[in-house]
């Protein structure tokens, strides 16, 4: 029951707590190009991949009481946070799924801004891409963030890192 | 004359109940409704399994395209002379309106879940790779096949475009609501699409309202929501979803234990492996599909036979609301009293939730992700939809989900032994007969 849900379940489970609609959208995304199997379809929205399944799927699990969301009023946006419930550990105790080890992964993207996440993710998505045709496609569809050439570095080394962790 | 330019000697039309006619006149537009690709769309319906649920639901891909293609004619038509709108990408939008569904397979989101597929991979194979529609493209510009699968994947450098085919107010959705709306007989899914196309105001990088047709748009918005709840998560129709899941699951599975069909389902060979070729993909439409499910029936697996006999026949399952917090550990009872009872809940019981559609609601933007509905101030200044719309502001932050279980309960009836047959009803049904 709740397969799905349940692999979200267990990466709540294993990040603790998750800050921010837009770096949640894109840490799974991320999780997913490297092997983690979640099955969220994603789409490019207007500024980079995102997935309707997955924003639905986490309201459900509110709903459902198996993940708590706080929202903070910050600046000039709202931001929340993302934690599992008591209800949502005893789901996933008795959930049949599989568990991969994704402390690795979670560890080297909370070190990363969600702007950082953001061009990962914008990357991956047009891997099948040749790296040049990449880059370029990356300086169209985000043309609004100015990235930098070094940006674009560091996220290369980032993805040939984040590959192999397991 | 370039071929991008040329144009039928006589404007063709089609006869469209929604749309009264869809006027063709680029030649480009014509030779890509004749390819094989775009006629495949005639055997893929356009909302599934909804067909039996509402019987009128038999409409095809093919006419949604249609009428997405025609929606855009019509808005370029007033977008013309208009200074933030380029007349070089009217054939680009038109191509792309026209081809956006090009890589739905037969029961297309069943298919996707079940066998790790994804249309709009196969809509830019189709696009990019050898097809006759990709002849056609080509015969354009070089690089035109290119363009217009990144309108498609929502991409290309021009947003204005892309958000023409893909937005909370776009061709797509305005033409899927009110031609589902029409096929099912509700009425529910209509609204003043005229008036909206009167209203839609091209900017940069968006298509914005006046705020004028806000109210055509609050109709829009009901409709698309109403259109969800009662259509498209119609729990009826989910149920036929769930016994096609696990039809696909059942025939996979058995393909993986090297179970001998006695109609070899060689159309879905490469569907069981999960990598079927552009070429095999196209070949499994919905009537081959049906073919496999009616010969299925009379397979010699007693699970594949039932559950396609349940498809074709109707013999749907039923549902009660179900909440997976509360009821989790109903849920474990019932699966292991189902299994004690010899009725395996791998294919019979069933947890839906509505995330598991493919569509969606309206929401305001979300952290710069979603483009919202924007309404054009008089002084030029933008408004996010649901903050001038009371009625929109109310349904749009409303965070309404839903949970159903699903079960077979002609089968339940038939369980031999009597104390467990009762103890499944009195979770199901709460209440054990005597």
Same mark, same amino acid.
């Given at each position: 029951?709740?397969?799905?849900?349940?692999?979200?379940?267990?990466?709540?489970?294993?990040?603790?707590?998750?800050?921010?609609?837009?770096?949640?959208?894109?840490?799974?995304?991320?999780?997913?190009?490297?092997?983690?199997?979640?099955?969220?379809?994603?789409?490019?929205?207007?500024?980079?991949?995102?997935?309707?399944?997955?924003?639905?799927?986490?309201?459900?699990?509110?709903?459902?009481?198996?993940?708590?969301?706080?929202?903070?009023e910050k600046r000039n946006y709202y931001q929340y946070r993302y934690n599992l419930?008591? +209800?949502?550990?005893? $789901?996933? *105790? =008795?959930?049949?799924? !599989?568990?991969? /080890?994704?402390?690795? #992964?979670?560890?080297?993207?909370?070190?990363?801004?969600?702007?950082?996440?953001?061009?990962? +993710?914008?990357?991956? $998505?047009? *891997? =099948?891409?040749?790296? !040049?045709?990449? /880059?370029?496609?990356? #300086?169209?569809?985000?043309?609004?963030?100015?990235?930098?050439?070094?940006?674009?570095?560091?996220?290369?080394?980032?993805?040939? *890192?984040?590959?192999?962790?397991? | 004359?370039?071929?991008?330019?040329?144009?039928?000697?006589?404007?063709?039309?089609?006869?469209?109940?929604?749309?009264?006619?869809?006027?063709?006149?680029?030649?480009?537009?014509?030779?890509?409704?004749?390819?094989?690709?775009?006629?495949?769309?005639?055997?893929?319906?356009?909302?599934?399994?909804?067909?039996?649920?509402?019987?009128?639901?038999?409409?095809?891909?093919?006419?949604?395209?249609?009428?997405?293609?025609?929606?855009?004619?019509?808005?370029?038509?007033?977008?013309?002379?208009?200074?933030?709108?380029?007349?070089?990408?009217?054939?680009?939008?038109?191509?792309?309106?026209?081809?956006?569904?090009?890589?739905?397979?037969?029961?297309?989101?069943?298919?996707?879940?079940?066998?790790?597929?994804?249309?709009?991979?196969?809509?830019?194979?189709?696009?990019?790779?050898?097809?006759?529609?990709?002849?056609?493209?080509?015969?354009?510009?070089?690089?035109?096949?290119?363009?217009?699968?990144?309108?498609?994947?929502?991409?290309?450098?021009?947003?204005?475009?892309?958000?023409?085919?893909?937005?909370?107010?776009?061709?797509d959705r305005m033409d899927y609501l009110q031609r589902d709306a029409y096929f099912?007989?509700?009425?529910?899914?209509?609204?003043?699409?005229?008036?909206?196309?009167?209203?839609?105001?091209?900017?940069?990088?968006?298509?914005?309202?006046?705020?004028?047709?806000?109210?055509?748009?609050?109709?829009?918005?009901?409709?698309?929501?109403?259109?969800?709840?009662?259509?498209?998560?119609?729990?009826?129709?989910?149920?036929?979803?769930?016994?096609?899941?696990?039809?696909?699951?059942?025939?996979?599975?058995?393909?993986?234990?090297?179970?001998?069909?006695?109609?070899?389902?060689?159309?879905?060979?490469?569907?069981?492996?999960?990598?079927?070729?552009?070429?095999?993909?196209?070949?499994?439409?919905?009537?081959?599909?049906?073919?496999?499910?009616?010969?299925?029936?009379?397979?010699?697996?007693?699970?594949?036979?039932?559950?396609?006999?349940?498809?074709?026949?109707?013999?749907?399952?039923?549902?009660?609301?179900?909440?997976?917090?509360?009821?989790?550990?109903?849920?474990?009872?019932?699966?292991?009293?189902?299994?004690?009872?010899?009725?395996?809940?791998?294919?019979?019981?069933?947890v839906d939730s509505s995330s598991d559609l493919p569509y969606d609601f309206y929401?305001?933007?979300?952290?710069?992700?979603?483009?919202?509905?924007?309404?054009?101030?008089?002084?030029?200044?933008?408004?996010?939809?649901?903050?001038?719309?009371?009625?929109?502001?109310?349904?749009?932050?409303?965070?309404?989900?839903?949970?159903?279980?699903?079960?077979?309960?002609?089968?339940?009836?038939?369980?031999?032994?009597?104390?467990?047959?009762?103890?499944?009803?009195?979770?199901?049904?709460?209440?054990?007969?005597?």
């Amino acid at each position: 029951m709740l397969e799905k849900h349940a692999r979200l379940m267990h990466f709540f489970n294993s990040c603790e707590e998750v800050v921010g609609r837009k770096r949640l959208q894109k840490m799974i995304f991320i999780m997913k190009k490297c092997g983690v199997p979640f099955e969220e379809k994603y789409e490019f929205h207007f500024y980079g991949p995102y997935s309707e399944e997955l924003t639905l799927r986490i309201e459900e699990m509110c709903n459902l009481g198996f993940i708590s969301e706080a929202m903070e009023e910050k600046r000039n946006y709202y931001q929340y946070r993302y934690n599992l419930t008591d +209800s949502g550990h005893d $789901f996933l *105790e =008795h959930a049949d799924i !599989e568990r991969p /080890e994704l402390g690795g #992964y979670i560890s080297a993207m909370n070190e990363k801004s969600s702007r950082f996440l953001e061009l990962v +993710s914008t990357m991956l $998505f047009f *891997e =099948h891409l040749p790296k !040049e045709e990449i /880059e370029e496609k990356v #300086y169209t569809v985000k043309s609004r963030q100015n990235y930098k050439q070094e940006e674009l570095e560091e996220a290369w080394a980032f993805i040939r *890192e984040l590959r192999p962790v397991s | 004359m370039a071929y991008r330019d040329e144009k039928l000697d006589e404007e063709k039309v089609f006869k469209d109940p929604v749309h009264r006619y869809v006027h063709v006149r680029d030649r480009v537009i014509w030779d890509l409704i004749g390819t094989r690709e775009f006629q495949r769309l005639r055997r893929v319906k356009q909302l599934g399994t909804t067909y039996l649920t509402f019987h009128g639901a038999e409409h095809s891909r093919f006419s949604h395209s249609l009428g997405v293609y025609e929606i855009v004619r019509r808005i370029l038509e007033n977008f013309r002379d208009h200074k933030d709108w380029n007349e070089d990408e009217r054939l680009l939008s038109l191509c792309a309106a026209l081809l956006h569904d090009l890589g739905h397979g037969p029961f297309s989101h069943s298919f996707e879940k079940a066998f790790r597929l994804d249309h709009e991979d196969y809509t830019q194979s189709i696009l990019l790779g050898d097809t006759e529609v990709n002849r056609v493209l080509s015969g354009v510009e070089e690089g035109f096949p290119k363009k217009v699968a990144d309108v498609i994947n929502k991409t290309y450098q021009d947003k204005l475009v892309v958000s023409l085919i893909s937005s909370q107010i776009d061709a797509d959705r305005m033409d899927y609501l009110q031609r589902d709306a029409y096929f099912t007989g509700v009425s529910y899914g209509h609204f003043d699409m005229e008036r909206i196309l009167r209203v839609m105001r091209p900017l940069e990088d968006q298509v914005a309202i006046k705020e004028s047709g806000m109210h055509a748009v609050e109709d829009y918005i009901m409709s698309r929501y109403q259109m969800y709840w009662q259509i498209y998560f119609h729990p009826v129709t989910r149920s036929a979803e769930v016994i096609l899941s696990k039809i696909l699951k059942r025939a996979k599975d058995l393909y993986k234990n090297g179970y001998e069909f006695e109609l070899k389902p060689v159309h879905f060979f490469s569907f069981f492996e999960e990598a079927p070729s552009l070429e095999e993909y196209l070949d499994l439409d919905e009537n081959v599909v049906m073919y496999y499910f009616q010969m299925w029936i009379k397979e010699k697996d007693p699970i594949l036979s039932d559950l396609c006999e349940r498809f074709v026949n109707r013999r749907l399952f039923k549902y009660i609301e179900f909440n997976p917090n509360l009821q989790m550990n109903a849920w474990r009872e019932l699966y292991d009293l189902f299994e004690e009872a010899g009725v395996d809940p791998r294919f019979y019981l069933e947890v839906d939730s509505s995330s598991d559609l493919p569509y969606d609601f309206y929401r305001p933007g979300e952290e710069g992700e979603r483009l919202p509905i924007h309404l054009l101030q008089p002084d030029g200044g933008l408004k996010e939809l649901s903050r001038l719309s009371e009625i929109v502001e109310s349904i749009s932050g409303k965070k309404r989900t839903d949970h159903k279980l699903y079960f077979p309960a002609d089968t339940i009836e038939q369980i031999s032994d009597e104390k467990a047959k009762q103890r499944i009803k009195g979770i199901l049904y709460g209440r054990e007969e005597q």
